[in-house]
């Protein structure tokens, strides 16, 4: 009885995982799940943990082996993703931004989407001019440590907190400048809400870039957004696509193209290339997601989609969750007590011991401040002179902040926005891969000008950030070359043929094989004996006899009238 019980138990130990998931406050939920568990199942996990309702907003995002990202789908098993042994790691982040943070219907969803722009605009995915970038980190200091006091805050409190990389005294003074005169008796919830309204006017809000190439193998942003698609290259937008303009998202390989008729019928097409198949399929779904929660009406009319026009070929996909409009419906009628919210503040650097402010979690960790300044400063600082067919200059985050800002407007001669003055680079800074293996932190593993970049955005390694930063600084001329090398080719038009004989080879192979399926029964119907149910059944129908004494057994007859004269003639010769 007692072995009975041990391997019971020792049966449903082994059916169970454990999950650990970093939410946007930089805590952690764990719990246990078992190993058919769907990811719906822990995304209302947490989404009870946390009291959140308008949680169709959110997403869980985890990374492979392979260092690849993915958004976790909710109706398939957790274990089957990830592709990895438990226990298993994860983050919440925001999946889709909402278009207007004010009309949210809780302030838990805005504190939330608070955080997730927040750590935006720290790893250098929100960009904006000098003197927005002022008042959106006053509007952070003010929602965290409440109203200036000469007592508590001394001179240069602001720049004993982590806004962005890095930046300028005389942006430090500036944040003070506003947090001490312009927020006075501002609440934390009025700073967060004035906070995103000002992020949701810039260009960049909500955009989540997929590192890219174009044709001709200068590197490019690929990001959805909620108004749509858009290209940023360089340091400008090169295209942007409302969502009803875009017709048809597809890809083949690393091969990503987007189909979108503009205004007058003008179709057009773009390409661009992801560093593997895995990124450019990520992007594809992405884009998928993205495009049905924006731009339908109902969830019942979202359709699965390929990702090529032949049906025995490439990647099915569906989006399950509701869209846009049927989750702002359902939160208008959501009735209940504000639930408490328990803010987590940031935490100011070591040299500050005399600010105190509580029990609060830093959304930037002190241990790696040192490496992302290291990093910037002097790995990627060297790049800036070294041979660019396009220039993608990286700078340091003082610059950073203080050169991106003259937005063009409309009415311009350019048809593409410029968003900075130096070139759209998040990749530069941190880009978003969320979290390494529980209790690990993960190296950092860069690849330039559009490859992947593997960067634990909340557990950086200090080793491996100025290792990168030597390499930089003493290989700047390899470095060069190899992006030279790892440049796609535009496709030609011999290669386009070829794929279009390749399509037309396999439909050919697959006629064929069903014809031979179709006539393996055939012989089976009209020469075997087997006695099965249903060949009885179809030999005893008139029309099968009338096809078999009409057509069949002439056709056998003409056949072996032929074979006996080629061997006949044969045999003479």
């Keep these: 009885m007692l072995s009975r019980l041990m391997s019971s138990s020792i049966r449903s130990l082994d059916r169970e995982c454990n999950c650990t998931v970093r939410l946007l406050d930089d805590s952690e939920y764990t719990c246990t799940i078992q190993r058919d568990a769907k990811g719906q199942y822990l995304f209302d996990l947490i989404c009870h943990h946390l009291n959140l309702l308008e949680k169709d907003y959110f997403g869980i995002r985890y990374v492979d082996p392979d260092k690849q990202r993915h958004w976790l789908e909710f109706t398939k098993s957790i274990a089957k993703q990830m592709k990895s042994q438990p226990p298993f790691t994860m983050c919440l982040r925001v999946k889709f931004y909402p278009p207007d943070p004010a009309a949210l219907r809780e302030e838990i969803t805005r504190y939330l989407v608070f955080l997730q722009v927040k750590r935006d605009l720290y790893h250098g995915r929100l960009l904006c001019k000098t003197s927005d970038a002022a008042l959106l980190a006053a509007y952070?200091?003010?929602?965290?440590?409440?109203?200036?006091?000469?007592?508590?805050?001394?001179?240069?409190?602001?720049?004993?907190?982590?806004?962005?990389?890095?930046?300028?005294?005389?942006?430090?003074?500036?944040?003070a400048d506003i947090h001490k005169t312009e927020l006075i008796g501002q609440s934390p919830e009025t700073s967060e809400l004035n906070f995103l309204q000002k992020a949701q006017m810039l260009e960049t809000y909500g955009v989540d870039p997929h590192p890219c190439k174009d044709v001709s193998g200068n590197p490019a942003f690929l990001a959805f957004t909620p108004f749509g698609f858009t290209v940023l290259q360089g340091n400008r937008r090169v295209h942007f696509l409302k969502w009803d303009e875009v017709t048809?998202?597809?890809?083949?390989?690393?091969?990503?193209?987007?189909?979108?008729?503009?205004?007058?019928?003008?179709?057009?097409?773009?390409?661009?290339?992801?560093?593997?198949?895995?990124?450019?399929?990520?992007?594809?779904?992405?884009?998928?997601?993205?495009?049905?929660?924006?731009?339908?009406?109902?969830?019942?009319?979202?359709?699965?989609?390929?990702?090529?026009?032949?049906?025995?070929?490439?990647?099915?996909?569906?989006?399950?969750?509701?869209?846009?409009?049927?989750?702002?419906?359902?939160?208008?009628?959501?009735?209940?007590?504000?639930?408490?919210?328990?803010?987590?503040?940031?935490?100011?650097?070591?040299?500050?011991?005399?600010?105190?402010?509580?029990?609060?979690?830093?959304?930037?960790?002190?241990?790696?401040?040192?490496?992302?300044?290291?990093?910037?400063?002097?790995?990627?600082?060297?790049?800036?002179?070294?041979?660019?067919?396009?220039?993608?200059?990286?700078v340091s985050?003082?610059?950073?902040?203080?050169?991106?800002?003259?937005?063009?407007?409309?009415?311009?001669?350019?048809?593409?926005?410029?968003?900075?003055?130096?070139?759209?680079?998040?990749?530069?800074?941190?880009?978003?891969?969320?979290?390494?293996?529980?209790?690990?932190?993960?190296?950092?593993?860069?690849?330039?000008?559009?490859?992947?970049c593997s960067v634990d955005e909340d557990k950086e390694s200090e080793a491996g950030a100025s290792m990168e930063g030597k390499a930089a600084e003493f290989r700047p001329g390899k470095r060069a070359l190899r992006m030279v090398r790892s440049r796609p080719s535009p496709p030609s038009d011999v290669e386009e043929l070829n794929k279009f004989i390749l399509s037309v080879l396999r439909l050919f192979l697959v006629t064929i094989g069903l014809l031979f399926a179709l006539l393996l029964l055939l012989i089976m119907l009209t020469e075997s004996d087997l006695d099965i149910a249903f060949l009885r059944d179809i030999r005893k129908t008139p029309e099968f006899q009338q096809f078999h004494f009409e057509y069949f057994c002439p056709l056998r007859r003409w056949f072996a009238c032929k074979l006996r004269w080629m061997g006949g003639f044969l045999i003479s010769k």
């Design 140 to 175: 952070i200091l003010q929602a965290e440590i409440g109203d200036y006091d000469p007592g508590k805050h001394p001179e240069g409190y602001s720049s004993k907190f982590q806004f962005f990389p890095k930046h300028s005294e005389k942006l430090e003074r500036r944040i």
């Design 248 to 394: 048809k998202l597809k890809f083949e390989a690393k091969t990503f193209h987007i189909y979108a008729n503009q205004k007058e019928d003008k179709k057009i097409i773009l390409t661009y290339f992801a560093p593997t198949p895995e990124a450019c399929k990520h992007l594809w779904k992405c884009g998928v997601e993205n495009q049905a929660f924006y731009k339908l009406e109902k969830s019942s009319q979202v359709r699965t989609v390929s990702s090529s026009n032949l049906f025995f070929k490439g990647s099915r996909f569906r989006y399950s969750g509701k869209v846009a409009k049927e989750v702002m419906e359902q939160s208008a009628k959501i009735k209940r007590d504000p639930p408490e919210i328990h803010r987590a503040g940031m935490v100011p650097s070591r040299s500050c011991p005399s600010i105190t402010h509580g029990p609060r979690l830093t959304s930037v960790p002190r241990t790696r401040r040192r490496a992302v300044h290291i990093s910037i400063m002097e790995g990627l600082e060297s790049l800036r002179d070294s041979a660019h067919s396009t220039p993608v200059r990286s």
């Design 397 to 452: 985050h003082g610059e950073f902040m203080s050169s991106r800002g003259h937005i063009m407007d409309g009415s311009e001669a350019s048809t593409s926005a410029v968003i900075s003055d130096e070139a759209y680079s998040p990749s530069d800074s941190v880009l978003p891969t969320p979290v390494a293996e529980h209790g690990m932190e993960m190296p950092v593993a860069r690849h330039l000008n559009g490859a992947t």
